[in-house]
């Protein structure tokens, strides 16, 4: 099936200017502590079809939306730019990927840009993963011309079989760049966080003590209100088969010390049977509490300190196994599981199931009183109201979504990605 199509009106509304600052959708989930909420979007109580787009590969990474521009990255390493209007601005290629032969597993062909960029610092910044050298490199482009103003390779150790799936996130002056390993766990690879300043220098590592323990969740890194890094890792044991902080939340200070951890009682038990802890990022909350999930499908509200092996406050079944990244509005986290959209009402120390919508679904945004977001498979974009999880709107994107699609949201515009393409869409 080919992706929906529109006759090309440019329709006239308030995306013919560049968007104001506090409506930009510059990182993954649009902030840094990956809250998933579009500030001053209106509720959408319907959805209208306004362009889409083909791109040259699989769009893995979520849009990013800043100064009236709409950017999409492949797995073909090009960043597109187009105007809010649908008019290509630029197209960048940095260079030929990785087929998918060149690797000894993993299930992305061919693997090039995974991770969503961020906007920081005047740059578009992007890590592709190039066929020549089997590199990681870190681009940073401008966001208005696409040409690249900066070149510096971020790999980790055995970089063949790292892959850096995880959205970048920039702060502290720096860009974070995390790395797990390919859909398979085959050879040697560990959870890693490089990071370089936005101007290319400084290069910093975390290496994780485990084995495997990859940080793999698509929202990679989020930062907490102190400008402390939280990761989640995956299965992993360290070489004497004890605990090396695989199947764990760790925080991390700006410079990638460790300083706090938590874990589940059966860490072990789960790095055994592939059950990752690591499948969304961890969530922080008011009150310095982090909420986490996994493959499990628990929930585990973690005290400030994080609590350490089987410190958490509360802990509770959310549903068959969460993947992708919630979205958090208070009182509500949006979960996106397996089996359904769940709603988790915040109180206190404690959470509660409040609605669900039944089937599986992808990484949810808040955008005034409504939830946003894809059904992964054949790609149909949902509205649901937020109190309840009533619908209110749908929109078939006519083409198979990637893993864990992402949608981004800038005033009343919706972008949401579709297999080798994106569509977009505004509010009723």
């Given at each position: 099936m080919q992706l929906l199509k529109l006759i090309p009106v440019v329709l006239l509304s308030v995306f013919g200017t560049p968007a104001a600052a506090q409506a930009d959708w510059p990182t993954?989930?649009?902030a840094n502590n990956r809250a998933g909420v579009a500030s001053g979007a209106p509720a959408f109580t319907g959805l209208q079809p306004r362009f889409a787009r083909r791109v040259d590969g699989q769009v893995y990474a979520?849009?990013?939306?800043?100064?009236?521009?709409?950017?999409?990255?492949?797995?073909?390493n090009t960043i597109y730019a187009y105007t809010t209007d649908g008019r290509l601005v630029f197209r960048r290629h940095f260079g030929a990927p990785v087929?998918?032969?060149d690797l000894p597993c993993g299930n992305i062909d061919p693997s090039g840009i995974t991770a969503t960029p961020v906007i920081a610092a005047g740059r578009v910044f992007v890590?592709?993963?190039l066929k020549r050298g089997h590199r990681h490199v870190l681009y940073g482009v401008d966001p208005a011309s696409g040409r690249?103003?900066?070149r510096r390779v971020v790999d980790p150790a055995n970089r063949i079989v790292q892959q850096q799936r995880g959205a970048l996130l920039a702060d502290h002056g720096r860009i974070y760049v995390p790395y797990g390993g390919l859909?398979?766990?085959c050879g040697p690879y560990r959870g890693v966080v490089v990071s370089v300043t936005t101007s290319g220098g400084g290069k910093i590592a975390y290496v994780n003590p485990a084995r495997e323990a990859g940080i793999w969740a698509p929202g990679g890194l989020s930062e907490e209100p102190s400008g402390d890094l939280?990761?989640?890792?995956g299965n992993g044991a360290a070489s004497g088969g004890g605990f090396a902080f695989g199947n764990s939340v760790i925080r991390l200070s700006p410079t990638l010390s460790r300083k706090a951890y938590w874990a589940p009682t059966d860490w072990s038990a789960l790095s055994s049977s592939d059950t990752d802890v690591g499948s969304v990022e961890p969530l922080p909350l008011p009150g310095g509490r982090v909420l986490q999930s996994g493959k499990n499908g628990l929930g585990y509200l973690l005290t400030p300190g994080l609590g350490g092996i089987g410190g958490e406050a509360f802990k509770q079944r959310i549903c068959g196994g969460a993947y992708g990244a919630p979205a958090v509005s208070a009182p509500f986290v949006l979960m996106p599981c397996t089996d359904s959209l769940v709603a988790v009402r915040i109180t206190g120390d404690r959470f509660s199931v409040a609605w669900r919508a039944d089937g599986q679904a992808a990484t949810p945004v808040i955008a005034g009183d409504t939830v946003l977001y894809v059904q992964p498979g054949g790609g149909r974009l949902r509205a649901l109201r937020l109190s309840d999880g009533q619908p209110r709107a749908s929109q078939d994107l006519n083409s198979g979504a990637t893993s864990f699609p992402a949608v981004a949201v800038s005033g009343d515009l919706v972008v949401a990605t579709a297999g080798r393409g994106f569509a977009v869409f505004g509010g009723a």
């Amino acid at each position: 099936m080919q992706l929906l199509k529109l006759i090309p009106v440019v329709l006239l509304s308030v995306f013919g200017t560049p968007a104001a600052a506090q409506a930009d959708w510059p990182t993954y989930q649009g902030a840094n502590n990956r809250a998933g909420v579009a500030s001053g979007a209106p509720a959408f109580t319907g959805l209208q079809p306004r362009f889409a787009r083909r791109v040259d590969g699989q769009v893995y990474a979520q849009p990013l939306i800043s100064g009236g521009r709409i950017y999409v990255a492949t797995e073909n390493n090009t960043i597109y730019a187009y105007t809010t209007d649908g008019r290509l601005v630029f197209r960048r290629h940095f260079g030929a990927p990785v087929p998918g032969s060149d690797l000894p597993c993993g299930n992305i062909d061919p693997s090039g840009i995974t991770a969503t960029p961020v906007i920081a610092a005047g740059r578009v910044f992007v890590v592709a993963f190039l066929k020549r050298g089997h590199r990681h490199v870190l681009y940073g482009v401008d966001p208005a011309s696409g040409r690249v103003v900066l070149r510096r390779v971020v790999d980790p150790a055995n970089r063949i079989v790292q892959q850096q799936r995880g959205a970048l996130l920039a702060d502290h002056g720096r860009i974070y760049v995390p790395y797990g390993g390919l859909y398979g766990d085959c050879g040697p690879y560990r959870g890693v966080v490089v990071s370089v300043t936005t101007s290319g220098g400084g290069k910093i590592a975390y290496v994780n003590p485990a084995r495997e323990a990859g940080i793999w969740a698509p929202g990679g890194l989020s930062e907490e209100p102190s400008g402390d890094l939280l990761v989640a890792t995956g299965n992993g044991a360290a070489s004497g088969g004890g605990f090396a902080f695989g199947n764990s939340v760790i925080r991390l200070s700006p410079t990638l010390s460790r300083k706090a951890y938590w874990a589940p009682t059966d860490w072990s038990a789960l790095s055994s049977s592939d059950t990752d802890v690591g499948s969304v990022e961890p969530l922080p909350l008011p009150g310095g509490r982090v909420l986490q999930s996994g493959k499990n499908g628990l929930g585990y509200l973690l005290t400030p300190g994080l609590g350490g092996i089987g410190g958490e406050a509360f802990k509770q079944r959310i549903c068959g196994g969460a993947y992708g990244a919630p979205a958090v509005s208070a009182p509500f986290v949006l979960m996106p599981c397996t089996d359904s959209l769940v709603a988790v009402r915040i109180t206190g120390d404690r959470f509660s199931v409040a609605w669900r919508a039944d089937g599986q679904a992808a990484t949810p945004v808040i955008a005034g009183d409504t939830v946003l977001y894809v059904q992964p498979g054949g790609g149909r974009l949902r509205a649901l109201r937020l109190s309840d999880g009533q619908p209110r709107a749908s929109q078939d994107l006519n083409s198979g979504a990637t893993s864990f699609p992402a949608v981004a949201v800038s005033g009343d515009l919706v972008v949401a990605t579709a297999g080798r393409g994106f569509a977009v869409f505004g509010g009723a």
